[in-house]
């Protein structure tokens, strides 16, 4: 892929002329010609971007990448202040129902979110805020910690913490919450400065605080903040109890005398199941899954293989975590990950390949907003994934599969009151944006005790101290994205109920529903999207309550007893 940085000045001016032939169009024919041309030179903006943004993730130390992803940070929203003007003349348009009727009413949703969210006079913050969150993956990434003689980034850190040696776990454990406390200064420093140059953008643009300008640049159009709010009351009603008896019984089965934070990642006294082999092994595993779980799958794997379209290697100087991106103009996903030799590996190979899935799936769309869905119907894509691959669990767990589920349905049960926690936070910080980072900090600890009450961090004073969310990337890169992981498990779980743990034959009609999901990209609202996929809404309380209780019944019909 040729990487070509574009002109912003160039841009503009073309931009300008097409925006002007929108607004003059006389017909619907010459509106949507205008139309076209805008997303033409949208695509080539966005994919030079997404490119460089790739290539930094890569290796943050390669100067001539950091210099890239600077122009980005710079240029984004000058690029953003272009965008803002045709979402305006879009929502005038002389031909609203011929436009509606080709491209439906998800595209004025998006561009009347997009116009609320955004005015020339933040762009300078938005450059602001851009530097500072790449500042942040810098730092992440940045670490070099020495352990058991060799140094190490953060994710080669995460093995030793699902060592079936106690001491080793809590030294690993140690050692990577150390690198946060040497930098603790430097983590608050830059929410300081984030916190407030956001909620500096809401109110100019008259909001009272950040909490609706970071809703509508998520682009959530049919819930709203009381929604979540009763959302996250089911899962501290429904899911919590389970979370709890879920960590007393992994108590039992390591033999420990308490649960401290850093037996957390091990669930048996064996150790975690493992892929049986390298990445490489990995990746060639996954073209066989792939291929027999329907024939779109196997092409879509073949396709992201042929193009080497998949860096899964962990190494110094690339940043932490994974993520999927799309490069419009060649209509190509990307996944980027860090394998290293847990049981994530797998999980990823199916979660960030279920939303380069959903791309592949929608790449046939005419208009940029639609590749992509919003953030939680995308999270339904790559949580789906990991169960409708379960029955080919037994190509990288050899002996080890049903130990593996096991231990993934307890992961996503677990994970949700942490969800929940870190979206009840960012909502607290910014409907108080004043408060200082101790402040943050005891909020945190606090709501720990609330949603996940097991937690003992023992002498570990950072983590005591309600610093554990510095490590987040999310609450600093991408403010109340978080959520979305949470309405999504729930959808992903009607996904298990009806293919996996449902009656003989579901499989087929999950399995349909879930690509008619992904083909569907993001023509529609979240919730239009979840009943589109036959799918009950998160929000409904017996929803969450059936589920909790078929996953529990599940749990407990299995005999841990062949794990250790």
Excluded at 41 to 50: A, G, I, P, Q, T
Aim: negative net charge; aromatic residues 14%; charged residues 30%.
């Amino acid at each position: 892929m040729k990487y070509l940085r574009p002109d912003i000045e160039t841009a503009g001016k073309k931009f300008s002329e097409l925006i002007n032939d929108f607004k003059n169009a006389g017909t619907f024919e010459e509106e949507e010609n205008a139309l076209m041309g805008i997303n033409e030179l949208r695509n080539d903006f966005k994919s030079m971007h997404v490119i460089a943004s790739i290539n930094y993730s890569n290796d943050t130390d390669n100067k001539n990448f950091s210099d890239e992803q600077d122009y980005f940070d710079t240029n984004g929203p000058l690029f953003e202040s272009l965008e803002n003007e045709y979402y305006k003349v879009l929502l005038d348009t002389k031909f609203r129902k011929a436009l509606e009727d080709k491209y439906g009413k998800q595209l004025l949703r998006i561009a009347k979110l997009v116009v609320s969210s955004f005015d020339p006079t933040i762009v300078d913050d938005l450059q602001i805020e851009n530097h500072l969150e790449s500042e942040y993956t810098k730092l992440v990434a940045s670490a070099r910690i020495i352990f058991q003689g060799k140094e190490r980034n953060l994710q080669e850190l995460l093995p030793f913490m699902e060592s079936s040696n106690r001491e080793t776990r809590k030294n690993a454990f140690d050692a990577y919450w150390n690198f946060f406390l040497e930098n603790k200064e430097h983590f608050d420093n830059l929410f300081d400065k984030l916190v407030s140059l956001r909620n500096g953008m809401a109110q100019k643009l008259g909001n009272k605080n950040f909490v609706e300008m970071g809703y509508a640049r998520m682009k959530r159009s049919d819930y709203n903040p009381e929604m979540v709010k009763q959302f996250r009351k089911n899962v501290l009603d429904f899911v919590v109890p389970l979370a709890s008896k879920l960590r007393e019984k992994q108590q039992k089965r390591l033999g420990v005398e308490k649960l401290m934070a850093y037996d957390i990642p091990i669930l048996f006294k064996s150790g975690n199941a493992v892929p049986k082999g390298d990445p490489e092994w990995i990746m060639e595993k996954g073209k066989k899954m792939y291929a027999e779980l329907s024939p779109v799958t196997s092409d879509f794997y073949n396709f992201m293989l042929e193009n080497d379209l998949m860096d899964v290697y962990c190494r110094k100087g690339k940043a932490a975590g994974g993520f999927c991106e799309f490069i419009p103009e060649y209509k190509s996903p990307y996944i980027f990950s860090n394998m290293n030799g847990t049981h994530e590996d797998i999980s990823v190979l199916t979660h960030e390949a279920g939303h380069a899935f959903q791309v592949y799936m929608s790449r046939h769309f005419e208009v940029l907003e639609y590749f992509y869905s919003t953030l939680e119907t995308a999270e339904i894509h790559s949580m789906s994934m990991e169960y409708l691959t379960y029955p080919w669990m037994d190509l990288f767990f050899d002996g080890d599969t049903e130990k593996f589920k096991f231990l993934h349905l307890n992961d996503t049960i677990t994970f949700l009151p942490y969800g929940v926690l870190v979206d009840e936070f960012q909502h607290w910080v910014y409907e108080n944006p004043l408060s200082s980072p101790q402040t943050r900090k005891l909020k945190w600890r606090e709501l720990e005790k609330i949603y996940m009450p097991h937690l003992d961090y023992g002498d570990n004073q950072f983590l005591s101290e309600g610093g554990r969310w510095q490590r987040q990337a999310h609450i600093y890169e991408s403010p109340f994205y978080y959520i979305d992981y949470c309405l999504a498990q729930v959808c992903a779980f009607q996904f298990w109920l009806k293919a996996i743990r449902g009656k003989n034959g579901d499989f087929k009609s999950a399995l349909e529903d879930y690509i008619k999901l992904c083909s569907e990209g993001g023509s529609r609202s979240f919730l239009e999207l979840v009943k589109f996929a036959n799918l009950k809404s998160p929000f409904e309380e017996e929803v969450l309550k059936q589920l909790t209780n078929e996953i529990e019944m599940y749990l407990d019909s299995i005999d841990e007893k062949t794990f250790n």
